[in-house]
C-alpha cells in the first residue's frame, strides 16, 4: 500500500491543475482517473480561453474578471498553446442585440481585461467583410464588430499541465477502476484496480461525473450540479478566415471556428440539461439540426450546410453547480466543498471551467492549507 499526501480523483483540466500546484508546493500527490488525462469534458470543449462575453449580461463579473485574468496568465504560460485571436460579430437589422449594447459589453470587456497586449475591441470595416467573409449573407448587414479572446486545444493543454505535475514528481494512474474509498479519522483508504492507496486528503475533481462518484462511494456533500450537454459539429475545410461570436434569435450564442492546421471548421455550441448518466451521454438529432439551422441562417443559399457535410461529432458536459433542490440556482462559477474528519480532509470541487483552472487551483490550495 502507497501512502501520499493528496489523492486527486479526475485527471481533467481541473484535476491536473490542482495535483500541479499542490507538487509545486511540495506535496506527494497521486492522480487517478477511471479513463485517460483529459478524455473527459477537458477534450470536448470549444477549446476556447476566454473570459465570457456573454457572462457580463447576467452580471457575472467577477467571474469575466477571473477568468480574464486566468486568460492573460495562461498565454504568458503557455504561448506554444494558448494565444490571442480576434473575433467577429456581424450585427444585422434582425439581431436580438443592437450594436450599441454589445458596443458597450465590448467596452466593458476591454477594461475587465486590464491587459494592452491583448488588443481592444473595435468596429469593422463593413466593405471589408463583405470580402473576407463570402459565404455570409449582406442582406441587413448593419455593423461589424470585433474583439480579443484566447484559443487552444483543450485535451493538449490538459495533456501539458499533467505533464509538468509528473516532472515535478507526481503520479498520474489513468485507466485505473476505484472500487472502494473508506474514510475514517486516521484518512482515506482507496482500493482500486492499481492497488491499495491511503492519504489525509481526498480532493473530488471529477466534474461532470462528481454526483455518481459521490453516490457511489457514499461520499457526503452540500451541493449537486445540473449536467448541460453541448456538442459541436467540424465540417472539412475552413467556413470562415477569423473566429466568429454568433447571436441567435433567442440571445443565445454560438461560435464558428476555422482550425487551419486540421483543415476543419468547428460549430458548436448548444444547451440540454441531461439525466441520463455520464456513460450512457449521447449526441441528439435534434441538437444538430440547431446548429444547423442557427449557422444556415447566418449564409448564403449557395454555402448553407446540410447534415451530410457534417464530419464529424462531439460532446461535452458543464457541471453546473446547483444547491440541492434548487434547479434554478445555476452558474459557471465554482464551488468548494471541504469536509473533515479529525485531521482529515475531503474536498468537492462543483464546476469550473478550462478557463479558470489556475485561480481554482490555488484557491483549492488555499482550503487545503497548502498555499505557497
Given at each position: 500500500?502507497?501512502?501520499?499526501?493528496?489523492?486527486?480523483?479526475?485527471?481533467?483540466?481541473?484535476?491536473?491543475?490542482?495535483?500541479?500546484?499542490?507538487?509545486?508546493?511540495?506535496?506527494?500527490?497521486?492522480?487517478?482517473?477511471?479513463?485517460?488525462?483529459?478524455?473527459?469534458?477537458?477534450?470536448?470543449?470549444?477549446?476556447?480561453?476566454?473570459?465570457?462575453?456573454?457572462?457580463?449580461?447576467?452580471?457575472?463579473?467577477?467571474?469575466?474578471?477571473?477568468?480574464?485574468?486566468?486568460?492573460?496568465?495562461?498565454?504568458?504560460?503557455?504561448?506554444?498553446?494558448?494565444?490571442?485571436?480576434?473575433?467577429?460579430?456581424?450585427?444585422?437589422?434582425?439581431?436580438?442585440?443592437?450594436?450599441?449594447?454589445?458596443?458597450?459589453?465590448?467596452?466593458?470587456?476591454?477594461?475587465?481585461?486590464?491587459?494592452?497586449?491583448?488588443?481592444?475591441?473595435?468596429?469593422?470595416?463593413?466593405?471589408?467583410?463583405?470580402?473576407?467573409?463570402?459565404?455570409?449573407?449582406?442582406?441587413?448587414?448593419?455593423?461589424?464588430?470585433?474583439?480579443?479572446?484566447?484559443?487552444?486545444?483543450?485535451?493538449?493543454?490538459?495533456?501539458?499541465?499533467?505533464?509538468d505535475f509528473q516532472e515535478l514528481g507526481g503520479t498520474v494512474l489513468v485507466h485505473c477502476k476505484v472500487e472502494s474509498v473508506n474514510w475514517d479519522d486516521n484518512g482515506f483508504l482507496i482500493e482500486s484496480s492499481a492497488g491499495k492507496f491511503c492519504s489525509t486528503v481526498l480532493v473530488n475533481?471529477?466534474?461532470?461525473?462528481?454526483?455518481?462518484?459521490?453516490?457511489?462511494?457514499?461520499?457526503?456533500?452540500?451541493?449537486?450540479?445540473?449536467?448541460?450537454?453541448?456538442?459541436?459539429?467540424?465540417?472539412?475545410?475552413?467556413?470562415?478566415?477569423?473566429?466568429?461570436?454568433?447571436?441567435?434569435?433567442?440571445?443565445?450564442?454560438?461560435?464558428?471556428?476555422?482550425?487551419?492546421?486540421?483543415?476543419?471548421?468547428?460549430?458548436?455550441?448548444?444547451?440540454?440539461?441531461?439525466?441520463?448518466?455520464?456513460?450512457?451521454?449521447?449526441?441528439?438529432?435534434?441538437?444538430?439540426?440547431?446548429?444547423?439551422?442557427?449557422?444556415?441562417?447566418?449564409?448564403?443559399?449557395?454555402?448553407?450546410?446540410?447534415?451530410?457535410?457534417?464530419?464529424?461529432?462531439?460532446?461535452?458536459?458543464?457541471?453546473?453547480?446547483?444547491?440541492?433542490?434548487?434547479?434554478?440556482?445555476?452558474?459557471?462559477?465554482?464551488?468548494?466543498?471541504?469536509?473533515?474528519?479529525?485531521?482529515?480532509?475531503?474536498?468537492?470541487?462543483?464546476?469550473?471551467?478550462?478557463?479558470?483552472?489556475?485561480?481554482?487551483?490555488?484557491?483549492?490550495?488555499?482550503?487545503?492549507?497548502?498555499?505557497?
Amino acid at each position: 500500500m502507497q501512502t501520499f499526501d493528496v489523492i486527486v480523483l479526475g485527471a481533467g483540466i481541473n484535476g491536473c491543475g490542482i495535483a500541479e500546484n499542490l507538487a509545486r508546493a511540495g506535496k506527494q500527490v497521486l492522480l487517478l482517473d477511471k479513463a485517460g488525462v483529459g478524455q473527459g469534458t477537458s477534450s470536448k470543449s470549444s477549446r476556447l480561453i476566454h473570459g465570457g462575453l456573454r457572462y457580463l449580461e447576467t452580471g457575472q463579473l467577477h467571474l469575466v474578471h477571473e477568468s480574464l485574468r486566468d486568460r492573460k496568465r495562461l498565454v504568458e504560460k503557455y504561448p506554444d498553446l494558448v494565444e490571442y485571436k480576434r473575433f467577429f460579430l456581424p450585427i444585422y437589422k434582425s439581431s436580438p442585440r443592437p450594436a450599441w449594447m454589445i458596443r458597450l459589453g465590448l467596452w466593458m470587456y476591454d477594461r475587465l481585461s486590464g491587459t494592452r497586449s491583448a488588443g481592444k475591441s473595435r468596429k469593422e470595416d463593413v466593405a471589408e467583410f463583405k470580402r473576407r467573409f463570402p459565404a455570409f449573407s449582406e442582406k441587413d448587414l448593419s455593423s461589424v464588430l470585433s474583439y480579443v479572446d484566447g484559443k487552444t486545444h483543450d485535451s493538449e493543454l490538459t495533456r501539458r499541465v499533467a505533464d509538468d505535475f509528473q516532472e515535478l514528481g507526481g503520479t498520474v494512474l489513468v485507466h485505473c477502476k476505484v472500487e472502494s474509498v473508506n474514510w475514517d479519522d486516521n484518512g482515506f483508504l482507496i482500493e482500486s484496480s492499481a492497488g491499495k492507496f491511503c492519504s489525509t486528503v481526498l480532493v473530488n475533481a471529477t466534474g461532470p461525473w462528481i454526483d455518481e462518484v459521490n453516490k457511489q462511494y457514499n461520499l457526503p456533500a452540500k451541493f449537486q450540479i445540473r449536467k448541460v450537454s453541448g456538442i459541436h459539429l467540424i465540417f472539412e475545410g475552413l467556413v470562415v478566415p477569423e473566429l466568429m461570436f454568433m447571436q441567435t434569435r433567442e440571445k443565445r450564442i454560438f461560435f464558428i471556428i476555422p482550425e487551419p492546421e486540421n483543415d476543419h471548421t468547428l460549430i458548436g455550441t448548444t444547451e440540454r440539461e441531461e439525466n441520463c448518466s455520464m456513460d450512457e451521454l449521447q449526441d441528439q438529432e435534434e441538437d444538430i439540426q440547431y446548429l444547423l439551422n442557427q449557422v444556415n441562417a447566418y449564409l448564403k443559399t449557395d454555402h448553407q450546410f446540410r447534415r451530410e457535410d457534417v464530419r464529424d461529432i462531439y460532446i461535452g458536459v458543464r457541471p453546473l453547480v446547483r444547491k440541492k433542490g434548487q434547479m434554478s440556482d445555476v452558474s459557471r462559477e465554482y464551488k468548494l466543498d471541504l469536509h473533515t474528519r479529525g485531521d482529515t480532509k475531503l474536498l468537492h470541487v462543483f464546476g469550473g471551467k478550462l478557463t479558470t483552472y489556475l485561480s481554482l487551483a490555488e484557491k483549492v490550495a488555499g482550503v487545503l492549507g497548502c498555499a505557497r
